[in-house]
């Protein structure tokens, strides 16, 4: 019995050694073709743009058209010319004219001959200088394969304003938007208010001239 109970704890430690002594087998790396399966490439189909660049000249000039509120006279046309230096990519400098022509007063209107001002003395002219500065730069897509240029600009500036017979300091603020049609054409909205001392109705007071006008400007 003894020789028995020997013989099998024998013959299992031996068969545990050579398990314990058996090589393992180790894992077969990931097959490149494996990989490549469970890789995901998207398929992007990329546009082919259009996108005009600034002109490398300084110089921009153009003509402008547009809405003038003549404060308590009513709201006219407008028409002017700008001319543009840009120095920097952020900060231009513009010199500016622009006339209009007062409506007569609700005052008028209603006193029957009363008249406050003459024909001539109804036309308005402005002449500003006034520096810029470009804000919000961006992009306008229109359809798969063209994109422009836009900025939203601030500008403000001083000038003078002959209204009525007189010559009053004027002090203009304003924001633009500019989009780039081409490398040398550019379209512009812009809304400003023009601040000067007025006496006509008696008291003397700072009056506000909002304008709205579109241009066209060209670099050169």
């Not at 002219?125 to 422009?148: C, Q």
């Not at 403000?156 to 304003?161: F, Q, R, V, Y």
């Not at 909205?189 to 506000?208: I, Q, V």
Request: proline share 2%.
């Amino acid at each position: 019995m003894e020789n028995r109970t020997r013989f099998l704890f024998l013959s299992t430690a031996t068969l545990l050694g050579s398990l314990v002594l058996l090589p393992c087998k180790a894992a077969e790396p990931l097959g490149d073709n494996l990989r490549e399966e469970l890789l995901i490439e998207p398929e992007i189909a990329r546009r082919e743009i259009e996108e005009p660049e600034i002109d490398s000249e300084d110089f921009e000039v153009g003509v402008y058209a547009g809405l003038m509120t003549i404060e308590d006279f009513g709201t006219s046309a407008v028409y002017g010319a700008r001319l543009a230096y840009h120095g920097t990519e952020s900060i231009f400098l513009e010199a500016a004219i622009g006339t209009s022509e007062a409506n007569e007063t609700s005052f008028e209107l209603l006193g029957g001959d009363v008249q406050l001002l003459t024909d001539d003395d109804r036309k308005l002219t402005y002449y500003n200088l006034s520096a810029g500065y470009n804000i919000l730069p961006g992009e306008v897509f229109l359809g798969g394969k063209y994109a422009y240029n836009s900025q939203f600009y601030l500008i403000a500036g001083i000038g003078s304003t002959r209204f009525a017979g007189d010559d009053e300091f004027t002090v203009n603020l304003g924001a633009g938007y500019r989009l780039l049609i081409s490398d040398w054409l550019t379209l512009h909205l812009d809304a400003r208010d023009h601040m000067f001392e007025s006496d006509l109705l008696g008291e003397t007071k700072t009056t506000h001239n909002f304008e709205l006008h579109g241009s066209l400007t060209f670099f050169f």
